[in-house]
């Protein structure tokens, strides 16, 4: 009898790993999982539920980890964990003027032989990289031509110049956008939400500093048929700083409010954000402001969330609801852009792009990858 129960356990033993090898490894491996994942310091701190798993820590001594498991039993993968540097912010929606310094050299005219064009971007002149006009000056020194990598419409392109034609050159660029948040421990700030586009040219550049003012809103273009609107907004003449900007990429421009700034005083709803495995289609509202003074949240709806492992631009896409801004804007326009997202009491990103076919909707990206 003895020997009966040993078999009979023996054969429901092998029984039940073959179940698991037929049914719960092929389910198992089933389930995409990143290599990466991004936490609020808080939720790193409680091992938060990435469902359908539960997580459990497993760091070392420079990196943070998270064990993924299915149904808390089953290890799926090791996770790294990309732990944002905040759990609050203050939640903007004013409008701010960007004066910053272009991470190139960009030319403002076609020269005679049409080997630069207006809009094209600078890089290196002889392989030695310049980031502004001072470093083109100096590298062209006693030089008749050069060899040059420049950009043009997002393609790298390399050419000999002679030097002997007319060009026309700046490193600085101006524009307004919205604030998107400020860190409180810090000051530190993020706005505009998308890449700076330069106001002469058109051609969207990286910053590599420059200030942040205060501007005046003066009046709204509304949108008319394909002709997007724009919210007309200035730097104020001879406005003191409000902060630096330490860098613009393709996620908008990010830099520091001085103690006393106006803006950082204007600045005062706090909120904790939410990164982006907690936003959902369905009802958000959008905080912008449309005078410069006063800022208002008005009705949106996330009609789509898109899955995205790594930093990527339209992450969401959004739908203006609020008959209020329809009637004031005719939709989504210029000068909105980096405009706080809230859903469920959250800041869940910042509105991007508008959509030139329908200027109610529009694109928005989320608040963890423009915190980085």
Known sequence: MKNL???????GAMLAFGIYILLVVPFVHGITTPDTITLTPSEYAARADVAPSTVTGNDTDTEKYITVKLLGLIPIKKVLVDILPFDTVLVGGTPIGICGQIDGVLVTNDTADHVLQKGDLIKTVDGITVQSCADFTAAIASKTAVEITFIRNGTTLKRHLNLDETLSLRDTTNGVGMLTFVNPENNQFSALGHQMADFETGTSV???GGAVHTVSTYGIIKTQGKQTGVLQSSVQPNSSPQGSITHGNNFGVTGCLTADS??????????PVATRYYVHPGKATLR?????TTVEEFDCEILKTRYQ??????SMVIRITDPRLIDATGGIIHG????????????????THALTHDPAKGYALYIDFIAH
Not at 263 to 271: G, N, Q, V
């Open 206 to 208: 990286n910053l590599r």
């Open 336 to 351: 909105m852009s980096g405009s706080p997202i809230i859903q469920d009491g959250h800041l869940v990103g910042a509105l």
């Open 288 to 292: 912008t402001s449309l005078d410069g």
């Open 5 to 11: 129960h040993f078999w009979r356990g023996i054969i």
């Open 309 to 314: 492992e790594r930093r990527r631009n339209k």
């Open 262 to 271: 106006e803006i950082l005083h204007a600045t005062d709803t706090t909120m």
